[in-house]
Every structure is written in structure tokens, then in C-alpha cells.
């Protein structure tokens, strides 16, 4: 039943997007109903899988130790774990779990620093680094090609964040995007360059560590799904009846 419902939501609220992009005046606002919808089709997603039950509480488990960290660093600008975690999450248990964790840790930790209309397109951004994270899970089990892959993320990030800033407050023309990008530049260096620390700091680590959690996750998700209870072959045969 919440699937039914998240997907439901999700439909309408995309339906409305589409509506409200036929206005060029609320070009706004239907980024926002878009980014609301595939945040819906996310969470439905997640609801979906074998251990939704477990994989749901660790979800929210990692995502609030991603927010910590965030809140952790607010004094400085642009840097953060927020990203490193979900990659991590990503590679050890998967895109769905990497997703949660990424939209988790943002709509959490903006409790603190403040909600807004940025909130659903930082979700999103960083529910796409864990999705990229599962992607490359093969390619960064060594430490310099996870920070290597943080780093680059730290950047698509701030831009994808930058290009939703444009789109939505200034004029569509080239030269304000330019402009948009170049006040932005430092954050986002600032932000790569901490994934790159944070990630050789923590990493390959913390995946390993979520990797072991999720070895144990799907052995208990195979035994809880087993329709024959164990029995021994002898207690199976049927007993002759005494004379």
C-alpha cells in the first residue's frame, strides 16, 4: 500500500510539472513538482526491495550520520561528507540503498540549515551520487579510484545545483549562466576537494564495513523468504506402523 500511494503521488505530481512547464513564468515551480515526483518514484523504489523493512531503518540510519556530518561542517563552505557516505552506501548495498541515503541525509540535515525549494533538487543530486556510486561499485574498491570518483561528483554536484539556480531565479540566456557558474566555482572546488579528503580518510573503510552489514541483510532476507522450514532427512520419512 505506500508503494501504491508514492506512486500515485508521484504521477499527479509529475502530471502537475508537466502542467505548470506550459507557463514560461513558473518555469520554477515546475522544476520543483519534477523533482518532488522522481523523489516519490525513489522512495517507491526503495519500498521495493526483498528487506525493504531493514533496508528502510539502515537507510535512515546512514542518512542521519551523512546529515550529522554536513551540520558538522557548516562552517565551512562547501564541505562535507554528505557525498563520500552515499558513494559508499552506493557501492557496498546497492543504487536503491544509495539513493535513500543521498535524499535522506539532505531533507535531514536541511532541518538544521534550513528548508527550501533547493531541498527536493539536493535530494535528488545526491540520490544520484549514490546511484552512480552502485554503478562503479567494481571500478573504486581501491582508495585513490573512490576519491577519484568523489571528487568528480563533488564537482556535478555544485553544477547541477548551480544549473537548477539559473534556471530557476535568473535569465535563460548564456551569459547569466556563465555568471552563475563563475560565483560558484570555489564552492565547488571547496566541495571536491573535501569528498577527496573525506574519501581517503574514510572511504574504502566504510564501504567495507556496509558491505559486511549487507552480506548478512540478504542471508537473513533468504531464510525469512524460505517456504519449507529446515528439517532433517529422517524426520521426513514416514514412520512404518508397529505391528
Same mark, same amino acid.
Given at each position: 500500500?505506500?508503494?501504491?500511494?508514492?506512486?500515485?503521488?508521484?504521477?499527479?505530481?509529475?502530471?502537475g510539472?508537466?502542467?505548470?512547464?506550459?507557463?514560461?513564468?513558473?518555469?520554477?515551480l515546475?522544476?520543483?513538482l519534477?523533482?518532488?515526483?522522481?523523489?516519490?518514484?525513489?522512495? !517507491? =523504489?526503495l519500498?521495493? #526491495?526483498?528487506?525493504? &523493512?531493514?533496508?528502510?531503518? /539502515?537507510v535512515?540510519?546512514?542518512?542521519?550520520? @551523512? *546529515?550529522?556530518?554536513?551540520?558538522?561542517?557548516?562552517?565551512?563552505?562547501?564541505?562535507?561528507?554528505?557525498?563520500?557516505v552515499?558513494?559508499?552506501?552506493?557501492?557496498?548495498?546497492?543504487?536503491?540503498?544509495?539513493?535513500?541515503?543521498?535524499?535522506?541525509?539532505?531533507?535531514?540535515?536541511?532541518?538544521y540549515?534550513?528548508?527550501?525549494?533547493?531541498?527536493?533538487?539536493?535530494?535528488? !543530486? =545526491?540520490?544520484?551520487? #549514490?546511484?552512480?556510486? &552502485?554503478?562503479?561499485?567494481? /571500478?573504486?574498491?581501491?582508495?585513490?579510484?573512490f @576519491? *577519484?570518483l568523489?571528487?568528480?561528483?563533488?564537482?556535478?554536484?555544485?553544477?547541477?545545483?548551480?544549473?537548477?539556480?539559473?534556471?530557476?531565479?535568473?535569465?535563460?540566456?548564456?551569459?547569466?549562466?556563465?555568471?552563475?557558474?563563475?560565483?560558484g566555482?570555489?564552492?565547488?572546488?571547496?566541495?571536491?576537494?573535501?569528498?577527496?579528503?573525506?574519501?581517503?580518510?574514510?572511504?574504502?573503510?566504510?564501504?567495507?564495513?556496509?558491505?559486511?552489514?549487507?552480506?548478512?541483510?540478504?542471508?537473513?532476507?533468504?531464510?525469512?523468504?524460505?517456504?519449507q522450514?529446515w528439517?532433517?532427512?529422517?524426520?521426513?520419512r514416514r514412520?512404518?506402523?508397529?505391528?
Amino acid at each position: 500500500m505506500p508503494r501504491a500511494i508514492l506512486l500515485g503521488a508521484a504521477v499527479i505530481t509529475f502530471a502537475g510539472g508537466a502542467w505548470a512547464a506550459l507557463s514560461p513564468e513558473d518555469a520554477g515551480l515546475s522544476l520543483l513538482l519534477v523533482a518532488v515526483a522522481l523523489i516519490a518514484f525513489g522512495f !517507491a =523504489w526503495l519500498e521495493s #526491495g526483498p528487506g525493504s &523493512a531493514k533496508e528502510v531503518a /539502515l537507510v535512515a540510519v546512514l542518512g542521519g550520520v @551523512a *546529515a550529522a556530518g554536513r551540520v558538522l561542517f557548516t562552517a565551512v563552505p562547501g564541505v562535507q561528507p554528505v557525498t563520500v557516505v552515499t558513494v559508499a552506501a552506493g557501492a557496498a548495498l546497492g543504487a536503491r540503498v544509495g539513493f535513500g541515503v543521498g535524499a535522506v541525509a539532505a531533507l535531514v540535515s536541511n532541518f538544521y540549515l534550513g528548508q527550501g525549494i533547493w531541498t527536493p533538487w539536493q535530494m535528488l !543530486a =545526491w540520490g544520484g551520487c #549514490g546511484v552512480v556510486g &552502485a554503478l562503479a561499485a567494481r /571500478l573504486i574498491r581501491r582508495r585513490w579510484a573512490f @576519491a *577519484a570518483l568523489c571528487f568528480a561528483l563533488g564537482f556535478a554536484f555544485s553544477s547541477a545545483m548551480d544549473l537548477w539556480h539559473w534556471y530557476t531565479f535568473w535569465p535563460h540566456t548564456w551569459q547569466a549562466l556563465t555568471v552563475v557558474y563563475g560565483r560558484g566555482v570555489w564552492f565547488s572546488a571547496a566541495h571536491a576537494i573535501g569528498n577527496v579528503v573525506f574519501a581517503l580518510a574514510i572511504g574504502p573503510e566504510l564501504r567495507r564495513l556496509l558491505e559486511r552489514y549487507g552480506k548478512r541483510l540478504r542471508t537473513e532476507v533468504v531464510w525469512a523468504s524460505s517456504s519449507q522450514p529446515w528439517s532433517s532427512p529422517r524426520s521426513s520419512r514416514r514412520r512404518r506402523p508397529t505391528i
